[in-house]
């Protein structure tokens, strides 16, 4: 297995090697990528940062790609390794897949292997070639040959309970018509795959692979091989194809060109597909789990991501003295984010709810116990139970003020923020510095926001 390499480690790189470059693709969260582009040229010392919809470009030199690892505000980064913005998808799904078979050969693996050396290791050098290039891919893996399972997306996870309940209802109401009704069951599944897949930004791994080499193939596994998986991301709508065949077919070209063992949980190598409309990008991921789990261990139902967290901060200019206040801190995303990379900053925040109280006090114990070992300070964060419509602080004493508020839909409702939205408002009006202060807050329940801001400003 692949092991990430110490950030001590010092890699083997030549003359050469030290004057090439690469593209690392990092995704961020949407509307933060402008302050994502920022931070990668301050830390990373680049120059021109390519901004695209939730994800950033960073061109900079091999030897430095582990650097891309430090930064805040990403969540996931991989070695762009091709990229045509023109593919020419053609109209039958079999076309298609034939042409992402023969993508293989145009990928430049030299590149994307060196890269991920830097971050990864393996017991065994990697060949960047196959040992005798293939003559024909083979037959295309068709859709019917793909066993669908309901995919477990947010929004369309209540559609497929209520579909599926419905189901089981007739399945029950017709238990003497034999396999009748397992066939719908089937069927409903089908459909709400399909519909997902059409409808969003499709996520899929390529769980089949692993199925058409053991039954197609039946490769035994070399040792002397790593393993990989293909994650495909697609969206748009004039696809004659499904992100599950598209993955499975790509990867499947992979491992005849490469003979690399498929290994969809205990990976060393994960190769990302993207396609968007009519472009296509092929990726080698640097990280196997999102960035954002740095910090918080202890994870609420609307946790915020320490990433976001991270962004919302540097949108207000925190500066060294500043006193930074989140009145509905959750399990501590945003204090602790702050108290870790502004440490001259002294960081209040509450809760009303006990349970969030011990989500918090657990992710600071364990962030504290991390640096700890690293012998590095303590986080500096003061915790209270308060209610956030009637702080317990001193008008115009707080620099800054961020918080995640609640949308209305995992946690209390659009009802009561007509309620709660101006009376956290004007408390933070009444706490903040005059002329200095400043906040950032995060919802999606626009309406209320622009309604209450009316009234503030009116």
Not at 6 to 14: E, G, I, R
Request: with cysteine; glycine share 6%; hydrophobic share 35%.
């Amino acid at each position: 297995m692949a092991t990430p390499m110490s950030s001590h480690a010092v890699s083997m790189l030549t003359d050469k090697d030290a004057d090439e470059w690469c593209q690392v693709q990092c995704t961020v969260c949407t509307g933060f990528e402008k302050v994502a582009s920022e931070e990668a040229k301050e830390v990373l010392g680049v120059e021109k940062v390519r901004v695209g919809h939730g994800h950033i470009v960073i061109r900079l030199p091999v030897k430095n790609t582990s650097k891309v690892l430090t930064l805040n505000g990403v969540d996931n980064c991989a070695v762009l390794i091709h990229e045509n913005l023109h593919f020419g998808f053609g109209s039958n799904e079999e076309g298609c897949m034939k042409q992402l078979q023969y993508l293989v050969e145009n990928v430049d693996w030299r590149m994307g292997l060196k890269v991920w050396s830097q971050v990864y290791s393996f017991h065994l050098p990697i060949s960047e070639k196959p040992v005798t290039y293939p003559v024909d891919f083979g037959s295309v893996i068709p859709a019917s040959a793909i066993p669908l399972k309901p995919k477990q997306e947010k929004s369309n996870r209540n559609d497929y309970g209520k579909k599926k309940r419905r189901c089981k209802m007739e399945e029950n109401e017709n238990m003497n018509k034999g396999d009748k009704v397992g066939e719908e069951l089937i069927e409903c599944d089908v459909n709400i795959e399909e519909k997902a897949d059409d409808e969003s930004s499709a996520e899929v791994t390529a769980e089949v692979t692993e199925a058409k080499t053991t039954k197609k193939s039946k490769r035994p596994f070399d040792p002397t091989k790593p393993t990989f998986r293909v994650t495909c991301h697609r969206s748009g709508e004039n696809h004659a194809f499904s992100s599950m065949i598209a993955a499975a077919n790509f990867g499947g070209a992979i491992q005849t060109y490469f003979d690399w063992n498929v290994d969809m949980k205990d990976f060393n190598i994960e190769v990302i597909l993207r396609i968007v409309n009519d472009s296509i990008s092929v990726s080698i991921a640097l990280t196997k789990e999102s960035l954002h789990r740095r910090l918080i261990t202890n994870f609420g139902p609307t946790t915020l991501r320490a990433t976001t967290a991270y962004n919302m901060l540097r949108l207000c200019k925190i500066q060294d003295g500043d006193v930074v206040c989140d009145p509905m801190c959750g399990s501590g995303a945003i204090p602790i984010q702050a108290s870790v990379c502004w440490p001259q900053t002294w960081n209040i925040c509450g809760e009303i709810h006990h349970r969030a109280m011990e989500k918090i006090e657990g992710n600071i114990n364990a962030v504290n116990e991390q640096r700890k070992e690293k012998m590095q300070p303590q986080l500096g964060i003061d915790v209270f139970k308060w209610d956030a419509c009637h702080l317990p602080l001193a008008s115009h004493s707080v620099d800054v003020f961020i918080t995640d508020l609640p949308f209305g839909k995992r946690s209390g409702s659009k009802k009561n923020n007509w309620k709660l939205y101006p009376a956290v408002m004007y408390e933070m009006a009444r706490v903040a510095k005059l002329n200095t202060g400043r906040a950032c807050l995060l919802t999606q329940d626009k309406k209320c926001m622009f309604k209450v801001r009316f009234l503030l400003f009116a």
